[in-house]
């Protein structure tokens, strides 16, 4: 192991690091800087310098506490960012693929696939029948 490096781990040791919250922000400074590229706006380049600055902060603090309190609420917010986009691909997949009908007399949900024609709908809640085109 070269000597540097050796300083390097050394310098590293009790400090937070690199966590999901850092990758993510290093990622928004790529796209910033990117956008800046044909933007060419002083707003969009102070702001990647910004961000990278926090972004240091963040790896280089000895605060591991509060460090992991941010990436703990980032995550969070992540998953449920991610979640509703899982919803809404699957939603949108099911009305390519399937018609869903309501049951005129108790209100369940049906899932009829696409391109039967017209046809008989029997409810599995309330048994009841009707017609619908799928």
């Not at 969009?44 to 703990?72: D, H, T």
């Not at 986009?85 to 009305?95: D, L, N």
């Not at 007399?105 to 391109?115: A, D, L, M, T």
Request: hydrophobic share 40%; with cysteine.
């Amino acid at each position: 192991m070269s000597e540097w490096r050796r300083k390097f781990q050394q310098f590293m040791t009790g400090r937070y690091g690199a966590d999901q919250l850092t990758r993510f922000l290093n990622g928004c400074i790529i796209v910033l800087l990117i956008i800046n590229l044909f933007a060419r706006t002083q707003i969009l380049y102070w702001l990647a310098v910004a961000l990278l600055c926090y972004c240091y902060f963040r790896m280089f603090s000895r605060n591991i506490s509060a460090r992991f309190k941010e990436n703990e609420r980032y995550m969070g917010y992540r998953f449920r960012v991610m979640e509703a986009w899982k919803k809404w691909k699957f939603k949108a997949e099911q009305t390519w693929k399937y018609h869903i009908y309501k049951c005129p007399s108790c209100g369940q949900k049906i899932r009829i696939p696409r391109g039967k024609g017209k046809i008989s709908i029997h409810c599995p809640k309330c048994h009841t029948d009707f017609i619908k085109r799928s």
